[in-house]
């Protein structure tokens, strides 16, 4: 099973939030908060459920709830996929 990459989250995310390809989510907003980067919490939920069914895993939205910034939604995601890949 792959891993989720940044361009992948970016083009979730548009997917999910109805916006183009060109967000500005870049390696430089890693660390900035969704909701800063003007996702509020539906848009996640929805991302969330995006991914678990586009990599065919299960993820809990409880253990996606608190990943706040790309990297740690990227990160926690990523993790999510090798327990499943194991």
Same mark, same amino acid.
């Given at each position: ?17 109805? #916006?183009? %390809? @060109? ?10 908060? =969704?909701? !800063?980067?003007?996702?509020?919490? +539906? ?14 895993? #299960?993820? %809990? @939205? ?10 740690? =939604?990227? !990160?926690?995601?990523?993790?999510? +996929? ?5």
């Amino acid at each position: 099973m792959s891993a989720i990459t940044l361009n992948d989250l970016r083009q979730i995310l548009a997917i999910c939030a109805g #916006e183009d %390809d @060109d967000s500005g989510l870049d390696a430089s907003a890693l660390d900035t908060p =969704f909701t !800063d980067l003007g996702y509020d919490s +539906l848009a996640m939920l929805e991302t969330t459920a995006h991914v678990s069914q586009r990599y065919g895993v #299960e993820i %809990d @939205d409880a253990e996606v709830s608190d990943l706040r910034t790309p990297r740690q =939604f990227l !990160d926690g995601v990523n993790e999510v +996929l090798a327990r499943a890949a194991a």
